[in-house]
Structure formats: structure tokens, C-alpha cells
């Protein structure tokens, strides 16, 4: 092996990669590790009754035996703002640190006390921004760090449906968590372009709860964002509209919308197998990878030591070869003139 290809072996760093991934939504937290044959294994499911997140989680941790671990975080929408902003004219990685300046008209919070993040709108001169509280940060870490799990990415759900299906440029979703309320999401392109969340229409409106009226006003607010977004889309048009709906039924829902709207309506999964909410995201988590948005930005992740243990052994290492390359080139000449 030449000394050039050691120096690229110890001296380059091999990018992290997510071996956990978890998901925090109203009604509890999913989470699953990563196979490195197999890719994830089975995704656990642990209910919320109160507020006591970290506790969960925490027991959760500890049951699947998660340590030395790498984990991104998706978090439900009850958990963070997001707001359209436009593009700061600050470079990419320095809006973490702009934003809050950015938003502290639009929040209560104080600057200090958020985190925020962005991305870019397509071709526009606007960038969606998330934001969330830097205590709730500080503490998902504390209980991670508990378990020697190292947090590499907090996304947001917004973000992460909006990977679900690369295959389709602009759709889109309908979709509930358990405890939840309906959501209405649209994305052009990877990136989330309208949320909003549907008030009145209660779980489940299918199976033996079944009641007309009730997917008669879910169709007519699904109808209302698709006219608005008509108006604002000048040179895109949305015509597919996908299901992800826990506690229903989403084929007999599937065949109510599609006689109510004028676009297709299909379920958001290929797959026959319907699956809950938490589990698609776990998985298309998994699969979004360290890509998008992170409110969990570099300036609060521990700062890199430039000289730990297996640098100084590498340095060593590579001292020795080089000193040993020098060694059989000149001491057979020394000998020689000897």
C-alpha cells in the first residue's frame, strides 16, 4: 500500500451515517435501527399518555438496547413553526444563524431561544423555514447523550413527506397521525409548499363510523386549498392528490374522495400493506437520509476536537512509514560506500 493511499485512509473522515431513526408525533414515538445488512429492522411504537416525551423515549432507548448509535430525529408538526420567508441574501450555511433575526416579528419566542432552519422553494425567491424551540433541542439531546446516541439531524415532518414520492413531480397529501387532526400538505419538486391543518372533521369517517357529511366537508376543504393553490401555481399544476390516513380506511376513503374532486386520488404507498403514519416516516427518514433542512445546525453540535487519540495514532503511523521509506532507500547506499 503507497504511503499516498494511507494518508487518504487516516486523513480522510468517513462521513457519519444514521443507524436510529426516530419519530416524535402526538400520539408517541416510533423508532427503528438500522441493519447494515438489511437495512431497518422493525419499527417499535411507544404511547404518549402525558407530557413525558423524554421519560419515553429514554425507556425506549434502553429497551432496544440503542447505544453508540447515530440518530435523525423527525418531528410532528405540533413541534414546530414553519413560515415562508424570502431568501436571505446571507450565504446557505450561515441561515441557521440569520433566520431567528429574520423571524423575530413572526414568533413570540425570543431570538435565543430558537432554532430554525431552512430550504429553498424551487425556482423562486422564497425558502420554507422551520423553527423550533432550543430548549426542547437541548433536552432530545440530553436523553440521547444519556444512551450514547449521538444526534446527527432533527427534521420536520413537512420536509420529510415531501421526499415520499420522488417519482411524482407535484402532488398532494392528505394525510393523519393517530390524535391528530387531518393535514392537508402540497409539494412541488422535494419541497413543501403549503401545510394546513383541517378543523371540524373528526376520526375516523369511514368503516362502521362512516358519515357522508363528514368526508363531504373533508372533500370541500381539500377543494379549497386546491383552488387557492390553482392561483398561486402559475406554472405548476398539482393533480394527484395521496392518502396516508391512520384509523382509516384508506381505500373506501380513496373511492369517496375520487367521486367528490376532479384530480386522482391514490394511496401514498405502492404497497398493498397499509401502515401507520409513523412508520412511512421512520422509513422515508431513514431514506431522506442527512439531506434537507436541520434544526439541529452545526453551531449547537459539539465542537470537533482537531487532535484526538486516533489522529495523533494516525500521525504517528504515518511518521513511522515515511521515516521507514527513507530508511530502505539510504541505508543500502550508506552501506554500499562503506
Same mark, same amino acid.
Given at each position: 500500500?503507497?504511503?499516498?493511499?494511507?494518508?487518504?485512509?487516516?486523513?480522510?473522515?468517513?462521513?457519519?451515517?444514521?443507524?436510529?431513526?426516530?419519530?416524535?408525533?402526538?400520539?408517541?414515538?416510533? %423508532? =427503528?435501527?438500522?441493519?447494515?445488512?438489511?437495512?431497518?429492522?422493525?419499527?417499535?411504537?411507544?404511547?404518549?399518555?402525558?407530557?413525558?416525551?423524554?421519560?419515553?423515549?429514554?425507556?425506549?432507548?434502553?429497551?432496544?438496547?440503542?447505544?453508540?448509535?447515530?440518530?435523525?430525529?423527525?418531528?410532528?408538526?405540533?413541534?414546530?413553526?414553519?413560515?415562508?420567508?424570502?431568501?436571505?441574501?446571507?450565504?446557505?450555511?450561515?441561515?441557521?444563524?440569520?433566520?431567528?433575526? %429574520? %423571524?423575530?416579528?413572526?414568533?413570540?419566542?425570543?431570538?435565543?431561544?430558537?432554532?430554525?432552519?431552512?430550504?429553498?422553494?424551487?425556482?423562486?425567491?422564497?425558502?420554507?423555514? #422551520?423553527?423550533?424551540?432550543?430548549?426542547?433541542?437541548?433536552?432530545?439531546?440530553?436523553?440521547?447523550? !444519556?444512551?450514547?446516541?449521538?444526534?446527527?439531524?432533527?427534521?420536520?415532518?413537512?420536509?420529510?413527506?415531501? !421526499?415520499?414520492?420522488?417519482?411524482?413531480?407535484? #402532488?398532494?397529501?392528505? !394525510?393523519?397521525?393517530?390524535?391528530?387532526?387531518?393535514?392537508?400538505?402540497?409539494?412541488?419538486?422535494?419541497?413543501?409548499?403549503?401545510?394546513?391543518?383541517?378543523?371540524?372533521?373528526?376520526?375516523?369517517?369511514?368503516?362502521?363510523?362512516?358519515?357522508?357529511?363528514?368526508?363531504? @366537508?373533508? @372533500?370541500?376543504?381539500?377543494?379549497?386549498?386546491?383552488?387557492?393553490?390553482? =392561483?398561486?401555481?402559475?406554472?405548476?399544476?398539482?393533480?394527484?392528490?395521496?392518502?396516508?390516513?391512520?384509523?382509516?380506511?384508506?381505500?373506501?376513503?380513496?373511492?369517496?374522495?375520487?367521486?367528490?374532486?376532479?384530480?386522482?386520488?391514490?394511496? %401514498?404507498?405502492?404497497?398493498?400493506?397499509?401502515?401507520?403514519?409513523?412508520?412511512?416516516?421512520?422509513?422515508?427518514?431513514?431514506?431522506?437520509?442527512?439531506?434537507?433542512?436541520?434544526?439541529?445546525?452545526? !453551531?449547537?453540535?459539539?465542537?470537533?476536537?482537531?487532535?484526538?487519540?486516533?489522529?495523533?495514532?494516525? =500521525?504517528?503511523?504515518?511518521?513511522?512509514?515515511?521515516?521507514?521509506?527513507?530508511? =530502505?532507500?539510504?541505508?543500502?547506499?550508506?552501506?554500499?560506500?562503506?
Amino acid at each position: 500500500m503507497s504511503i499516498h493511499s494511507l494518508l487518504q485512509k487516516f486523513m480522510n473522515r468517513r462521513a457519519e451515517e444514521p443507524s436510529l431513526s426516530i419519530v416524535m408525533l402526538t400520539e408517541g414515538i416510533y %423508532l =427503528s435501527k438500522v441493519n447494515p445488512n438489511s437495512g431497518l429492522e422493525s419499527v417499535s411504537f411507544y404511547e404518549l399518555t402525558d407530557n413525558n416525551w423524554d421519560f419515553i423515549l429514554s425507556s425506549a432507548l434502553k429497551e432496544n438496547q440503542c447505544q453508540n448509535l447515530n440518530a435523525t430525529v423527525t418531528l410532528g408538526s405540533h413541534l414546530y413553526q414553519s413560515f415562508q420567508l424570502e431568501k436571505p441574501t446571507v450565504p446557505k450555511d450561515e441561515w441557521p444563524v440569520a433566520l431567528p433575526f %429574520l %423571524l423575530k416579528d413572526l414568533i413570540t419566542e425570543r431570538v435565543t431561544d430558537i432554532v430554525a432552519d431552512g430550504v429553498e422553494l424551487g425556482d423562486s425567491n422564497k425558502i420554507q423555514a #422551520y423553527v423550533v424551540v432550543k430548549r426542547f433541542v437541548e433536552q432530545l439531546k440530553q436523553v440521547l447523550d !444519556h444512551r450514547n446516541v449521538k444526534l446527527l439531524k432533527i427534521s420536520p415532518e413537512d420536509e420529510v413527506w415531501a !421526499h415520499a414520492r420522488q417519482d411524482v413531480p407535484a #402532488y398532494m397529501l392528505l !394525510h393523519r397521525s393517530q390524535k391528530s387532526d387531518f393535514k392537508i400538505g402540497a409539494f412541488v419538486n422535494q419541497g413543501s409548499i403549503f401545510q394546513r391543518t383541517i378543523r371540524g372533521v373528526e376520526s375516523p369517517i369511514t368503516g362502521e363510523y362512516a358519515n357522508s357529511l363528514q368526508i363531504d @366537508a373533508l @372533500a370541500l376543504e381539500l377543494q379549497r386549498s386546491m383552488d387557492y393553490l390553482s =392561483s398561486q401555481l402559475k406554472q405548476v399544476q398539482i393533480n394527484k392528490l395521496f392518502l396516508c390516513c391512520d384509523d382509516e380506511n384508506n381505500e373506501e376513503l380513496r373511492e369517496a374522495l375520487q367521486e367528490r374532486l376532479n384530480v386522482m386520488v391514490e394511496p %401514498l404507498l405502492l404497497v398493498d400493506t397499509q401502515h401507520q403514519s409513523g412508520e412511512v416516516l421512520v422509513n422515508e427518514t431513514y431514506q431522506l437520509g442527512l439531506k434537507g433542512a436541520n434544526l439541529y445546525p452545526p !453551531h449547537l453540535q459539539p465542537k470537533k476536537e482537531m487532535f484526538n487519540l486516533d489522529v495523533v495514532a494516525a =500521525s504517528w503511523l504515518v511518521l513511522f512509514l515515511i521515516m521507514m521509506a527513507i530508511y =530502505s532507500v539510504y541505508i543500502p547506499v550508506i552501506i554500499e560506500d562503506a
